[in-house]
């Protein structure tokens, strides 16, 4: 299982676009773009997808959700998740902090622009605890 981060832009796609039609549970369907995979792995049904918008783009960065993921089509460029708990709640008020967005600029790397980042197994955990303490 690998976990990717999904750079979602206010321009394509705003976040009361997003907190009005993506609700946990449902299928969804995005251009994936180009992915970045430092491992060489593909996106397979059964990883995580991290759902953000970042700093630039857009008045309301942070973690939005993040969902399973069921298919994926890179030939088409789509990705298809379920959002999951607590994905409704994150997108009414989304984790951002310097801690976060240190984190995201660090897996983005030099190259920022983009959809599909692969994360480490070790910056996942940080990014899966941040979740744990925020719904607490």
């Known amino acids: 299982m690998a976990v990717w981060l999904y750079q979602m832009t206010a321009d394509n796609y705003s976040p009361e676009e997003y907190r009005a039609e ?61 959002p999951v708990y607590p994905s409704d709640f994150l997108k009414m008020c989304p984790i951002w902090d310097a801690d976060v967005s240190a984190l995201l600029d660090s897996i983005r790397g030099p190259v920022k622009v983009g959809t599909i980042w692969e994360i480490s197994n070790v910056d996942a955990e940080k990014i899966k605890q941040k979740i744990h303490e925020w719904v607490k």
């Open 22 to 82: 993506i609700w946990e549970g449902g299928l969804i369907k995005w251009p994936s773009g180009k992915i970045s995979s430092k491992s060489g792995y593909g996106i397979s049904p059964g990883d995580i997808a991290i759902l953000v918008y970042v700093k630039s783009g857009t008045h309301e960065p942070g973690i939005f959700g993040w969902g399973i993921i069921v298919g994926f089509n890179e030939e088409k460029g789509h990705i298809v998740f379920r």
